[in-house]
């Protein structure tokens, strides 16, 4: 989101928390890297966690992970294919009451 990992987000505690990264123009996203927030206030692994890719006209579902490990990077592609266009990258939970992430990387695939 800003870089570096050692910088978080957390969401206000809320019903199925969400965050949306738009990354401008139309990019051919190879790679999407999350980085999990460490333990705090014995909140620990995200559960019920989606990460979705928008293309403008429809969300491309990358991943629906059981929960999210705190503190590492998790890596999801969102194609068979070599990459899929898109402007934004979405997360979201339903079964946690905060969202939590240090960091949200969309990696870019050479033209």
Same mark, same amino acid.
């Given at each position: 989101?800003?870089?570096?990992?050692? +910088?978080?987000f957390m969401s206000h505690a809320e019903k199925?928390?969400?965050?949306?990264?738009?990354? $401008?123009d139309f990019q051919r996203a190879s790679? *999407?890297? *999350?980085?999990? /927030?460490? #333990?705090?206030?014995? *909140?620990?692994?995200?559960?019920?966690? $989606?990460? #979705?890719a928008d293309?403008? #006209?429809?969300?491309?579902?990358? /991943?629906?992970e059981k929960f999210l490990i705190d503190d590492r990077e998790t890596s999801y592609r969102c194609s068979s294919q070599l990459y899929v266009?898109?402007?934004?990258? *979405?997360? +979201? +939970?339903?079964e946690a009451p905060m969202l939590r992430l240090c960091e949200v990387e969309v990696y870019v695939y050479p033209h």
């Open positions: 989101m800003d870089g570096d990992p050692r +910088t978080c199925n928390p969400w965050l949306i990264v738009f990354i $401008g790679l *999407i890297r *999350i980085h999990s /927030a460490e #333990s705090k206030d014995n *909140i620990t692994n995200l559960k019920g966690v $989606g990460v #979705s293309n403008r #006209s429809q969300y491309v579902k990358c /991943a629906l266009f898109v402007s934004s990258v *979405i997360i +979201t +939970t339903t």
